[in-house]
């Protein structure tokens, strides 16, 4: 299990750093909504004279510190769990990203490539493991192809289609 670990956590820091900026201006949108609704409790108290506007006050004055360190607090709790998050995501993504680029080289994988337990996307793993399949079955039937038209082409033809077929075969190996 441990060889199967990534060392990096920001592994594609673009899209983590941004998904962490974007959950954290959403977190505090909330928090400060939720924060303003309790501070107006004093003033509402105040307003229909269960306690002083001096007693709201000072209510308010007690409760803020509290609500500025659990602000900090979640955004910090919330940071490092949406980097692990981001990083089950990531992860898989690059992966593919190498994965497909290989592919296009004609570097097929020799068996199905597999991702971590808990990482996400493995039905596209399965899908893109499927896609070598297909792909080095295709290409190994036109090189069988090739191999078996390239004696019998090469007999008794001219020597502008000899180096067609020359420049064909190199084009497709």
């Known amino acids: 299990m441990a060889r199967n670990r990534r060392r990096h956590i920001l592994i594609n820091p673009q899209f983590q750093v941004r998904f962490i900026i974007y959950l954290n201006i959403i977190l505090f949108v909330c928090l400060s909504l939720y924060s303003w609704i309790i501070l107006s409790v004093g003033a509402s108290l105040a307003d229909a004279n269960i306690i002083t ?6 209510l308010n004055a007690k ?8 602000h900090a607090v979640i955004h910090v709790v919330m940071s490092v769990v949406m980097l692990f998050v981001s990083h089950r995501i990531a992860g898989p993504l690059v992966r593919f990203k190498n994965i497909i680029m290989a592919l296009t080289r004609n570097d097929y994988l020799g068996k199905p490539f597999n991702t971590r337990k808990h ?4 039905d596209l793993r399965d899908e893109i493991n499927r896609l070598n ?27 502008t289609t000899k180096k067609t077929i020359e420049e064909l075969l190199k084009k497709h190996q």
């Open 133 to 159: 399949v297909k792909m080095r079955e295709d290409y190994l039937n036109k090189q069988e192809l090739i191999n078996a038209l390239t004696p019998v082409l090469q007999e008794n033809i001219s020597s």
């Open 53 to 58: 506007e001096a007693k709201a006050g000072e």
């Open 63 to 70: 409760i803020l510190p509290y609500i500025f360190i659990v």
């Open 119 to 122: 990482d996400y996307f493995n």
